[in-house]
């Protein structure tokens, strides 16, 4: 079986910074493309940024500049600096990554639990 479990959410005040982490493990063979998700209360859930296994990354753009995307390939870990954090940054943060499993020819989609974001002062 595969999980996926992030790790680094909490309240920080407006102008802060947090390190978000998503762990993969299992048994898995390769992690390819790995996203970070948010959804707000009442709003529908948007993707905040994507890496490859090669490392080519894409932002949403009110992000753009303050969010940076990153991964470890030997530790199946992604991980989501967050700075100059914003009340509107509120909400929780799933990640999410398309997992090429032992045993398997085909990849799969595979999700966390999230972890929530609160920014307020």
């Known amino acids: 079986q595969v999980q996926l479990v992030e790790s680094g959410g909490g309240l920080v005040q407006p102008g802060g910074s947090l390190r978000l982490s998503c762990a993969a493990s299992?048994?898995?063979?390769?992690?390819?493309?790995m996203t970070w998700y948010r959804q707000a209360p009442e709003k529908q859930r948007e993707p905040v940024a994507s890496?490859?296994?090669?490392?080519?990354?894409n932002y949403l753009d009110s992000v753009k500049g303050r969010f940076t995307i990153s991964r470890d390939n030997a530790k199946n870990t992604m991980y989501l600096q967050m700075s100059s954090l914003k009340p509107e940054d509120t909400a929780v943060y799933y990640c999410?990554?398309?997992?090429?499993?032992?045993?398997?020819?085909?990849?799969?989609?595979?999700w966390g639990q999230g972890t929530r974001v609160t920014v307020s002062s």
């Open positions: 999410s990554a398309n997992i090429h499993r032992i045993g398997y020819s085909n990849l799969v989609n595979f």
């Open positions: 299992g048994s898995i063979l390769e992690v390819y493309t």
């Open positions: 890496i490859t296994w090669g490392g080519m990354t």
